[in-house]
């Protein structure tokens, strides 16, 4: 059995305007994504358009693909 390698965790900086997701970026650093995720914020309509930062979560084969920013 291979021994299982840790992953340092990824984060998805998500943008959501009118209620359809509008733009997803993947980061290998929780403050990338915030600061991302903060620039998008200033821009938004409150009323209507959402962002957020959630950890990423990969199926097995998809790890070793390419390197996110």
């Known amino acids: 059995m291979k ?4 992953h340092k965790p990824l984060w998805v900086a998500v943008k959501v305007e009118r209620g359809y997701v509008f733009e997803a970026r993947l ?24 962002a957020a930062v959630v950890r990423a979560r990969l ?6 693909m390419h390197s996110p920013r």
């Open 3 to 6: 021994p299982r390698r840790t």
């Open 59 to 64: 199926a097995p084969g998809l790890k070793g």
């Open 27 to 50: 980061f290998k650093s929780l403050e990338a994504a915030q600061k991302t995720e903060r620039r998008w914020r200033c821009r938004l309509d409150p009323d209507y358009d959402e």
